[in-house]
């Protein structure tokens, strides 16, 4: 799903918020743990379907944040599955940000990352992809 910086993905996005005041730090710029968390939750979505019920974070690659995000921008997040193995999903997350209220108002990338999940059962041990076991 690795895209130009200058247009987001062309597929429905996995998720969209509001950045609100309470997720700012002192400088008033959105924590970036606020936006890992919403990419988190987003790309479980499509790690929970593919796996057919829970799952688990096991990993990120490397995030760089390129853009800052302010209060009341609009935060859209595209994810992807990009690959699975026998009880794991690797999921593309991309978080993109445009100012609220400005619906011609270019998106911006503001970071990316890789996250793993892993299928687990009722005793949240590891468990097989559907077809996979």
Known sequence: MMTEASQP?????????????????????????????????????????????????????????????????????YAEVIGSGRTSIRVHVEAWKRARGQPQAASVRVTQGVFTYVAIDEHRKPRPLPGKD
């Open 9 to 77: 993905p062309a597929t429905q996005p996995v998720g969209r918020i509001i950045a609100m005041p309470a997720d700012t730090n002192p400088e008033g710029d959105i924590f970036g743990g606020w936006l890992l968390a919403q990419m988190d939750v987003a790309g479980a979505t499509p790690a929970f379907e593919l796996a057919c019920g829970r799952c688990a974070t096991v990993a990120l690659d490397g995030m760089v944040f390129h853009q800052p995000v302010s209060v009341g921008d609009e935060v859209s997040i």
